[in-house]
């Protein structure tokens, strides 16, 4: 027998250390129990008694609850376990819509995948709930109650990790159901379309809406110059829908696929973002010359902007005035064809791939409106859409051989690459703003703190011959508010923050392919990996940069690269 702690599991000796409960043992051990309400970076629920054990004198208990015992004796299979688990399916089906054939999350489900794998093929039970409205106010979201199985995942994410607080459990017993407020529509609340209840959502439950019908008339019209760019998270979790390993860079396959397809033209909106930094180096530098308030908050993150507006107005003349390099990238575009419409009379459409379900509110915003209707970008589809259009076109992806993005605007930098994570949007401004533009300080600046996955880090560089620059980075909007309510309370002192909404960055977006902390990690690497074979490492050195800033952007630059917000109060007020 082992000295070390260890459990017995189906007669099995298995060492633990840290683990926090059975559950994360018993998967230690090569066993994967089912669950439906458990998810690691959320609080314990322990609602759908799926993952329970037996233990040595047959009693039942749940497994992601339960904290291991040295010594500690349990079966995870046995008849009793097994009938109560197919009970609970069935139970869950009784009350469920079956439609499985025509839900956005056919093939994706868990009560689907569950219901095959104990062998369920009748429900014995009367399906006695009442039909449910679907509620497809929201742009981004559609949420149908007769899908949810009451696990509380969504509603632990919007309020544990987001502190949006958007939906919560209503009413009780049988009657128990998820909802808004008074049961408003999604597109009244305080929702910011971050979408992370959806990327939880075990069922079609909660789902992003789905855009891609809008691409295939734009393609299929031959009025149309169809130009799709797409963003830097794309590229690294793209490849997790064809059965590559994850975090495998596929942007060259994306070019190729899309010009196979017919697409007209294929940008990397890298270059958008090699534009943000330019602009928001340059509005940092000048606030903090000249002593403007600062933190100045990046505006990179249409959620993190929506939270600010609903949560902090008295924030919003603290986040920059840049647009996204979605939108700012778009807004090119459009520009760069304008001069050649009168050529060919084709009407240029944007579509944006995206590994965020809030860009899709984004681009509708009205300050994103022109005056005659049009917008910066045309259409939004996220990296599951984008992954079910090349399965619509029948395209072999495995075998598509990479291309290049089209010029003029197909030179990037690494600086542009690492906006896909969190972090990467501080560490490009870094790169733009120090004084020291050599290769190790290059390397060094890797190592300041602004990398990783922790919710909330810490760097302070030095800047000039004598000052240092504090920047704070967070992803997760609870992680923001904390930090917010610090500077409020005069605990911590910044200049510069960056802020994702969703945990991890936009390679944990809730419209990218779902990933654990293994797969965020290894999409990360991705993204640092395609920034060290760029050639171009700083934004500032991109060449695209000189041409653009003398030509399209001339005597434009507000205009098609800042927005204004809705200005609040000053933080002290």
């Not at 390099?325 to 760069?336: D, G, L, N, T, Y």
Request: glycine content about 8%; some cysteine.
């Amino acid at each position: 027998m082992t000295d070390k702690k260890h459990m017995i599991i189906d007669g099995q000796i298995v060492n633990y250390n840290d683990e926090q409960n059975i559950l994360a043992v018993i998967r230690k051990a090569g066993i994967e129990l089912p669950t439906f309400c458990y998810y690691s970076d959320l609080s314990i629920y322990g609602a759908c008694r799926m993952c329970v054990v037996e233990d040595e004198w047959g009693g039942v208990i749940a497994s992601c609850s339960t904290p291991p015992r040295d010594k500690m004796k349990i079966k995870t299979n046995t008849p009793q376990l097994f009938r109560h688990r197919k009970m609970i399916l069935e139970l869950l089906l009784a009350s469920h819509c079956r439609d499985c054939t025509t839900c956005p999350k056919n093939g994706k489900c868990r009560l689907q995948e569950l219901a095959l794998r104990f062998g369920i093929d009748s429900v014995r039970f009367e399906n006695t709930k009442k039909e449910a409205k679907i509620d497809d106010s929201a742009l981004s979201i559609i949420r149908d109650e007769s899908k949810c199985i009451l696990c509380g995942d969504c509603v632990r994410m919007c309020s544990e990790i987001q502190n949006v607080g958007a939906i919560d459990f209503a009413h009780r017993g049988s009657n128990m159901t998820v909802s808004t407020a008074w049961g408003k529509p999604l597109s009244e609340t305080n929702c910011v379309n971050c979408g992370q209840c959806a990327s939880v959502c075990p069922t079609g439950a909660i789902v992003i809406r789905n855009c891609t019908q809008k691409f295939w008339d734009a393609l299929y019209d031959d009025t149309k110059r169809v130009v799709v760019q797409f963003a830097p998270a794309v590229r690294v979790a793209l490849g997790d829908e064809f059965g590559l390993p994850q975090g495998t860079n596929v942007a060259g396959k994306i070019v190729g696929a899309l010009r196979k397809m017919g697409v007209d033209e294929v940008y990397d909106t890298t270059m958008g973002a090699d534009l943000t930094v330019m602009e928001e180096s340059k509005e940092f530098l000048k606030k903090y010359k000249e002593g403007g308030k600062l933190p100045l908050f990046t505006s990179c993150c249409p959620a993190w902007v929506k939270y600010a507006e609903n949560t902090h107005p008295e924030l919003i003349g603290q986040v920059s005035t840049c647009k996204s390099p979605m939108q700012i990238f778009s807004a090119v575009i459009k520009e760069h064809f304008e001069q050649v419409k009168e050529v060919d009379g084709l009407e240029t459409v944007v579509f944006a791939i995206m590994p965020c379900t809030a860009k899709k509110d984004e681009q509708v915003r009205p300050e994103f409106i022109h005056e005659d209707g049009g917008r910066d970008t045309d259409g939004v589809i996220t990296t599951q859409e984008f992954a079910s259009i090349l399965k619509q076109a029948g395209i072999v992806f495995e075998d598509i051989e990479p291309e290049a993005a089209d010029m003029p605007f197909g030179i990037t930098s690494g600086a542009g690459v690492i906006f896909g994570v969190t972090g990467g949007v501080a560490e490009a401004v870094i790169r733009r703003v120090v004084d020291d533009k050599s290769n190790n300080m290059l390397h060094n600046i890797a190592y300041t703190g602004v990398r990783g996955l922790d919710g909330t880090k810490e760097a302070n560089i030095p800047f000039g011959e004598d000052k240092r620059v504090k920047i704070a980075v967070v992803n997760g909007l609870a992680n923001a508010e904390r930090l917010i309510q610090k500077i409020k309370d005069g605990e911590a002192q910044y200049d510069f923050v960056e802020v994702m909404a969703c945990p991890g960055g936009c390679i944990a977006g809730a419209g990218q392919p779902f990933a654990r902390q293994e797969g965020k990690e290894e999409r990360s690497k991705g993204l640092y990996d395609a920034d060290k074979l760029c050639q171009v490492k700083r934004s500032e050195e991109n060449p695209v940069m000189m041409s653009l800033y003398s030509g399209i952007l001339k005597n434009k630059v507000h205009e098609l690269l800042h927005v204004d917000y809705i200005k609040g109060e000053d933080i002290e007020k």
